[in-house]
């Protein structure tokens, strides 16, 4: 990356962008809906269970014009995903302003490990315990999705909820390779504690991306 990318990238103006498409959302409060997904390239909270770990070097994944992308993906749809990697790694106010401008409802899906930036209409926070939200992104979120990996992860889960507003949705969300072990110990979770509910990455079953 050249000095005159750096700087773009820092302003918003480019963003290393690992792949667009349109597909249905799968997860959370939004599953079925149609939406177009742009997914920023970049993270360093290091999932182990990551199923996006090709995302994590921005310098893999080539750097794209802000407004030209806002504009390809509200050609297809007015509700766009942000996802990553980590999509508040970047400065979003550009891609975010245009996609309003275009009469967009923005989503975006992250770790809140860094400062927010850009106009959300819609938060899911999914934090990790590799590297814990701001403070600030907590009463802001939207969703709060916990992915289940272990049983510690449950606790982890309550921990979280604890930070968010009233109004926040609650889901847990089985790690792919160990649905079968903890979707049951999900479910009995739920039953006990009914202000959570379950997300299952429906995409999947389905074969889209």
């Given amino acids: 990356m050249n000095k005159e990318e750096d700087i773009l990238l820092k302003e918003g103006k480019m963003l290393p962008v690992m792949e667009h498409f349109y597909t249905l959302q799968g997860e959370g409060a939004h599953t079925g809906k149609a939406a177009y997904f742009i997914r920023l390239g970049g993270c360093d909270v290091g999932c182990h269970w990551c199923d996006v770990k090709e995302s994590w070097d921005p310098e893999l994944h080539p750097l794209m014009n802000a407004e030209e992308i806002a504009e390809t993906a509200a050609r ?3 509700t766009i995903v942000l996802t990553g990697g980590e999509p508040l790694m970047w400065n ?9 401008e275009l009469g967009c409802t923005v989503h975006i899906e992250t770790s809140g490990a860094y ?3 850009g106009q959300l209409d819609w938060i899911t926070l999914s934090p990790k315990k590799t590297g814990l939200p701001k403070e600030e992104i907590y009463q802001k979120a939207n969703e ?3 992915i289940i990996f272990n049983q510690h992860d449950f606790t ?6 604890a930070k968010v507003s009233e109004n926040c949705k609650l889901y847990l969300q089985s790690e792919w390779s160990k649905r079968n072990d903890m ?27």
Avoid: G
């Fill in 76 to 78: 297809h749809c007015k």
């Fill in 92 to 100: 979003l106010d550009i891609l975010t302003s245009r996609l309003k």
């Fill in 115 to 117: 400062p927010m930036s």
């Fill in 144 to 146: 709060l999705k916990v």
């Fill in 156 to 161: 982890f889960a309550q921990e979280q909820a």
């Fill in 183 to 209: 979707y049951p110990k999900i479910t009995d979770f739920i039953l006990e504690n009914p202000e959570w509910q379950a997300s299952v990455q429906t995409h999947k079953y389905l074969n889209i991306p």
